[in-house]
């Protein structure tokens, strides 16, 4: 969502209007959430989506018709079983979607789509439109809610529709090995904010590791790296001594999920190491050793794919 948000303010800083097309209730096999949300401008889809096919299709169709009224609306999607069934699919599903109009030249939705993104990393953050009437975007910072763009009427909370902006999820990788590279790479292709730590240059160079930040870093001494309680970390070093390391820097810093690349014989060893200390509590919540999901992985790549199916099991459990 921050994506999108982002993408929001670029249209316009160019005075593009644009709608935001927002699912507000759902029923049904419907592919994506509730607040899913797409960005769509005269051109067509510009940003986000909310599930593809048939119906995607006829929301933005339909978005272009509002770019042209100028008049936000409320539009319920259904999809009978036999309306599915011509499709190929199985399950029908029951949609409502709300169309934002938002013109190039509401310059306060441009200031509040900034402060959402820039806000999002330290603060609560919702955007939030009315269903009821069209007084264009608000947003709610901390608690605190904004007058809307378009008419400066203080929103009324009962009659709100809010989406929340989740914080970048970040993945810091700890070891810059076969495993690291190929998870370095699948969490990016999945626009996660990917950090690979490692204290040996000639593992991280741009060809090894392109598109992800790069940390050269000692092992040793990790109290300055900004791991908060929300980030997860993937522990993938080259041997023993340094996942302990690694484990004794990362855990006062309470990660919301912790990874390690091993097996039995390292899920037995590695809890004795903060038994009696104030991070075993820390250790026995939030490690996960062997790292990744249950599906018999052995190459660095089917690994991969394992840890990142883990990562969005946990993300998305917590939605």
Not at 80 to 95: F, I, P, Q
Not at 197 to 214: A, G, I, M, S
Not at 286 to 313: D, F, M, N, Y
Request: some cysteine.
């Amino acid at each position: 969502m921050r994506e999108i948000i982002w993408k929001a303010r670029d249209l316009l800083a160019q005075h593009i209007s644009f709608v935001m097309a927002t699912i507000t209730f759902k029923h049904g096999s419907a592919p994506r959430e509730v607040g899913a949300t797409m960005l769509v401008t005269a051109d067509g889809l510009h940003a986000g989506t909310i599930g593809g096919g048939e119906e995607e299709y006829q929301a933005i169709q339909h978005a272009q018709k509002v770019l042209e009224t100028g008049q936000s609306d409320l539009v319920p999607y259904e999809m009978t079983r036999s309306d599915a069934a011509k499709l190929g699919l199985v399950c029908g599903s029951h949609n409502r979607v709300h169309f934002q109009y938002v013109p190039g030249t509401d310059d306060q939705a441009a200031a509040y789509f900034t402060q959402m993104a820039e806000s999002v990393e330290n603060h609560e953050v919702y955007w939030l439109f009315d269903l009821q009437a069209d007084h264009g975007i608000s947003m709610k910072v901390d608690g605190k809610i904004y007058p809307f763009s378009r008419d400066g009427a203080l929103p009324a909370a009962e009659e709100l529709f809010q989406v929340k902006i989740k914080k970048p999820m970040k993945v810091y990788i700890f070891g810059g090995g076969h495993i690291a590279k190929a998870t370095a790479a699948l969490l990016h292709f999945l626009k996660l904010e990917v950090t690979v730590v490692d204290d040996r240059p000639e593992y991280l160079t741009p060809e090894e590791f392109p598109q992800v930040n790069r940390l050269l870093h000692s092992l040793e001494n990790l109290s300055d790296l900004p791991i908060g309680n929300s980030d997860y970390v993937c522990v993938m070093t080259r041997g023993h001594a340094n996942d302990i390391q690694v484990l004794k820097g990362i855990l006062p810093k309470d990660p919301y999920y912790v990874g390690i690349v091993g097996n039995k014989m390292k899920a037995e060893k590695y809890p004795q190491h903060f038994q009696g200390t104030p991070l075993y509590e820390v250790y026995r919540k939030k490690v996960h050793l062997p790292v990744g999901l249950p599906i018999r992985a052995l190459t660095p790549e089917e690994i991969a794919v394992s840890i990142a199916g883990e990562i969005i099991l946990s993300y998305r459990s917590n939605c």
